[in-house]
């Protein structure tokens, strides 16, 4: 874990392995194409029914690597209580002053998670209040920090689809994008792993849950012609184009 650094795009997480379990591959294509991705993870992910915080701790490391992530942060709000209070908004807000991203990745509105949905409201509350140069925070080394709000927010899609406004061709990084989720042995599908004391089976330990992930990326790749994708929503309403032909140009032909 690295205390928050600027970045391009900064992506929010309720637990660690969020991010890539739910938007990795966006975030494979923008480090790929040499843009700097910070991960800010609000629980350790302790009351999670296999593993522990200390080995999530590891697995996002490990996966931050994978994924060539510039800084992960994790600000250690407390699991299944991610109350969108001051002190809560204010760790928030910290963390998107010291990374001063132009475009901020975070969870689905709506999740069968309670935890993901409440992330989002404490997210996007503290994206706003961000801005607001009487709302004082202070950075890790007890500086003021200025008031910063990013330009875009992207919700990405979690178990619970929903219309995308973009989806993100994926294809070329889908096997550092798994390399990823996998890096998070003990909460995903892994032969190899081996559990300290009987642990239950969760929504996400399965290999049919994998392959649901897989599914859904092919589904949603398939119709703008490629191999996986991944939806993305914009929060604030459509996107405005200028070039018709141009966007056009690059979308699978349907006829
Ligand atoms: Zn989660």
Redesign the pocket.
Known sequence: MSEPTAVDVLAF???P??VE?WCGGTVCTLTRSGYAVGVVDLTQ?ELGSRGSASLRQQEAEKASRVMSIASRTNLEIPDGDIRNTIENRNRVISAIRASRPRIMLV?APVCR?P??AA?TELVTNAAFYAGLSKVETRDAGGASQEPFRPDHILHYM?ALSFEPTFVVDVSAVWETRMKAIRAYGSQFFNPDYVAREAEPETFVSTDAFLQWIEARARSLGYPIGAAFGEGLLYRNGPVGISDLMTVLARQRPHK
Do not use: I
Request: proline share 0%; hydrophobic share 25%.
């Open positions: 997480g309720a637990h392995d969020d379990l992910g969870g998670h935890d993901h992330a979690q």
